[in-house]
């Protein structure tokens, strides 16, 4: 059974305090560390590291992590400006899409997309103030229910490529990742929001995820399984990392 323990932890530096959570996970293998659009710092490592090692790769990181922590910063007033409002755009499969709203005598918010916009009734009860937190759900729900149904298509193809299939498919809100598979498990769990991405990209999540399911590490076998399955794979990587701000939503 998959064991995770998460934590605040903070390192003393000579500019400053850095905070951090901490991730221990039973089947991590080595230690990892990212820091999200949000300038939020993570570490990810298995039970066995003791907490000095882990401070250690952190201050082994800094400069890294101070660099990661500004680029946050400065795209801190571009994520502030998004918001579910009337104009605004937000992806869906790799394209753009405005948003148009309309006020009306029903009971429950309404959300029509036909492919140029999005089409959102609110009900004229609700307040200005609330409006916008009412379009998130009905957003976050539309983009759930769409994941469901596109990423399950998109893992029963490529599961008959590969020769693999899962026992156990998870479509979840993560924060920092788009995938993870537990091998011993043979589960893979996926980022409902990688369906804000093109198509391709989604297949690469996909793919790289079964892959796990016959290799568990990165290692040069596993990449090979993924060329061989999408050629052009580090495109689809590419595209994550130049798009990513768009790929948060408010």
Same mark, same amino acid.
């Given at each position: 059974m998959k064991r995770i323990e998460k934590q605040r932890c903070s390192l003393q530096t000579k500019l400053g305090v850095?905070? @951090? @959570?901490?991730?221990?996970?039973?089947?991590?293998?080595? $230690?990892? $560390?990212?820091v999200d659009a949000k300038g939020?710092?993570? *570490?990810?490592c298995p039970f066995f590291v003791k907490q000095p090692v882990v401070l250690d790769f952190v201050k082994q990181k800094l400069d890294w992590i101070l660099k990661r922590t500004k680029e946050a910063r400065i795209n801190k007033d571009y994520l502030d400006s998004k918001k579910f409002a009337e104009g605004q755009e937000f992806l869906f499969l790799g394209k753009k899409y405005k948003i148009r709203i309309d006020r009306k005598d029903i009971k429950r918010v309404k959300l029509d997309f036909n492919g140029l916009m999005w089409h959102v009734t609110v009900p004229a009860s609700v307040e200005k103030s609330c409006e916008e937190e009412v379009l998130k759900k009905a957003f976050v729900a539309w983009y759930k229910a769409q994941a469901k149904e596109i990423l399950g298509g998109r893992i029963f193809n490529y599961s008959r490529i590969l020769g693999v299939y899962p026992e156990k498919i998870k479509i979840r809100t993560l924060k920092r990742i788009w995938g993870n598979c537990a091998y011993n498990a043979k589960t893979i769990t996926l980022n409902w929001q990688i369906i804000l991405s093109? $198509?391709?990209?989604?297949?690469? *999540? *996909? *793919?790289?995820?079964?892959?796990?399911l016959i290799v568990p590490s990165h290692s040069k076998r596993f990449w090979q399984k993924v060329e061989k399955i999408l050629p052009r794979y580090k495109r689809e990587i590419k595209w994550l990392k130049d798009n990513h701000?768009?790929?948060?939503?408010?």
């Open positions: 850095l905070a @951090f @959570f901490l991730t221990r996970s039973s089947e991590r293998r080595s $230690i990892a $560390i990212s939020v710092v993570s *570490v990810y093109p $198509i391709a990209v989604v297949d690469y *999540v *996909v *793919v790289h995820e079964l892959c796990h701000l768009d790929m948060v939503l408010p």
